[in-house]
Structure formats: structure tokens, C-alpha cells
């Protein structure tokens, strides 16, 4: 008899082939970083968070002068998503919108969304209505890179659409992930294209795939440093 392992679940949980008494063995971790690994990302995130903010403090407070002239309302914008382990954080970006949603019932914005505001369509065309994230990432909710936090809505209605959608959760999510490094960013309003494949895998979203290689590679890095 030959069994034929689910070769989804071995590759997005990082996984190594040991031996044990001469007996070939697959270990699954629930998370890439862990131990010594996850201090040195978690340092690395402190140290460029910090950085980065002390550089761009200007830019912030320009932008959260145009966002407050541009139309009433509070400058920062603040939704609950998932984080590591599925616990809700609360993600901060420049408000865009005249509208605030709650978390429950959340409509993507569109080109020529009549909600966004001139302002806020500049900041989500640079992605600089984000730049608030980097103090997510210095109270720990975040990492600078890792995957895209959804909103709360959107991960309930795809975690019933697409297989493996909630081990995304299995780490940090980011400021900017391996997925939009490769392009994929921006409005994904339909199943078609959540489940759209890239001649990776069939059946299995790109951004899926991306994440996939973003926690074995991130993890292979560190085991070669430590």
C-alpha cells in the first residue's frame, strides 16, 4: 500500500525530514520562527520600526495634516483584524475614507469609490495610508514583513472558501508580505480571484503560495544564522 501524504498541509506548516533510529520522520512546527529565531525577528522589527519612524516622523505629520483638512473625522484609522494565532489586534492606517465601517460588515473599496476622499485616494494608490503600521510592529501586533491582515469579515467569509485560508495565521502579519512583494496587492473582490492560480499549484491562491515560500525561506534563513 502506498500512502500519499497531504503534500498543501507539509508544505505551508514548515517542515524538515529527520531520522529517528534509522526511521525517516516528518516534523510539523505550527509556526516557521520559534525560540532564539523568533527574539532575533522580533529585534530586527523593533530596531527598523524605530528607525523607520524617527525618519519618516515628518512625513507623518504632513500627511496627518492633509488627512484632517481633507474631510471631518479622526485622523487614524483603526479596524480589527486577526494576528498570530488568530487574536484580534487593531491595525492603524490613515483614514481614506469619509465612511468608518465597523469590523462586522466591511465593502472593499473600489477604483472611483465615491467614500474615498482625494486625499485618501492618493494615500491608498502609494500605500502610504499604511505608514501608521509600523507602530503595530513596535507594540508587537506586527512584523514588517509577513502577510497582509485581512479584515475580520473577509477572513470569516474566505476561511470557508479556500483550504489552509487560516494557517496565514500562523505568524505575524505585516506591514508588506512576500505576496505583494511578487504583485499581488490591491482589491480582490471575488472567489475567481482569491482561487486564481499563478502555474504554481493548481487550485491554491498565489498569495497563499507566496506566504508558503516567505515562512520556509524565513525560517531557513534563520537556522543558517543561528
Not at 48 to 61: F, Y
Request: hydrophobic share 40%.
Amino acid at each position: 500500500m502506498i500512502l500519499i501524504p497531504d503534500v498543501f498541509t507539509f508544505t505551508i506548516l514548515h517542515s524538515r525530514v529527520e531520522e529517528i533510529s534509522g526511521v525517516p520522520v516528518v516534523p510539523l512546527y505550527d509556526t516557521p520562527l520559534s525560540g532564539i529565531n523568533r527574539l532575533l525577528k522580533r529585534a530586527e522589527d523593533i530596531v527598523l520600526a524605530s528607525l523607520i519612524l524617527l525618519l519618516i516622523s515628518p512625513v507623518l505629520c504632513c500627511i496627518a495634516l492633509a488627512v484632517k483638512l481633507s474631510s471631518p473625522g479622526p485622523v487614524i484609522f483603526r479596524q480589527t483584524r486577526y494576528g498570530m494565532d488568530g487574536k484580534p489586534i487593531k491595525v492603524w492606517k490613515f483614514r481614506s475614507m469619509k465612511v468608518m465601517e465597523n469590523d462586522k460588515v466591511v465593502t472593499q473599496a473600489t477604483q472611483n469609490d465615491p467614500r474615498v476622499t482625494r486625499v485618501g485616494n492618493f494615500l491608498r494608490r502609494t500605500s502610504l495610508d499604511e505608514l501608521p503600521q509600523f507602530i503595530n510592529v513596535l507594540t508587537g501586533g506586527m512584523s514588517i514583513v509577513g502577510p497582509r491582515p485581512h479584515a475580520v469579515a473577509h477572513n470569516e467569509q474566505y476561511r470557508q472558501l479556500i483550504e489552509g485560508y487560516m494557517l496565514r495565521h500562523k505568524m505575524k502579519p505585516g506591514i508588506t508580505g512576500w505576496a505583494q512583494i511578487n504583485g499581488w496587492r490591491g482589491e480582490t473582490d471575488t472567489l475567481e480571484k482569491m482561487e486564481k492560480t499563478c502555474g504554481i499549484r493548481p487550485g491554491i491562491h498565489p498569495r497563499m503560495e507566496y506566504l508558503v515560500r516567505y515562512q520556509n525561506r524565513f525560517s531557513d534563513y534563520f537556522q543558517r544564522v543561528c
